[in-house]
């Protein structure tokens, strides 16, 4: 079965102050922190938080720490993966005219995207 990475507004918020961090948060710094950005979070709506990501193994918990198991980026790649394979069946060039429809490409952007095309067959 297909991991799902969507994330809801809070767990991205929750995810925000973790990257901040070079080392494991204990849950009650985090609480505080989250209390400090605006969130007044109860205790038991913060595990509720972290239990969900940890079921979708974005974060590590372990003894009281958290710790994201993804990056920012990571997890942008993964989703944005999801997106690719559930709405364009997994296919670029789908993804690609989905996108541009009948937009007009300029000049500037084509020289992008070609480049980009030679940089990934040359991988």
Not at 90 to 118: M, P, Q, R, W, Y
Request: hydrophobic share 35%.
């Amino acid at each position: 079965m297909e991991k799902d990475y969507k994330v809801t507004d809070a767990e991205r918020a929750v995810l925000e102050v973790l990257w901040e961090h070079d080392e494991p948060v204990q849950t009650a710094e985090l609480l505080e922190q989250m209390k400090q950005r605006g969130r007044d979070w109860k205790r038991q709506t913060l595990n509720t938080l972290l239990s969900r990501l940890d079921s979708k193994e974005i974060v590590k918990r372990k003894r009281g720490y958290v710790q994201p198991a993804l990056t920012e980026e990571e997890l942008l790649m993964k989703q944005t993966q999801g997106i690719l394979d559930n709405l364009y069946g997994g296919k670029l060039g789908n993804f690609c005219l989905a996108l541009l429809g009948s937009t007009k490409v300029k000049e500037d952007d084509i020289a992008k995207l070609n480049a980009l095309i030679d940089k990934m067959q040359n991988m």
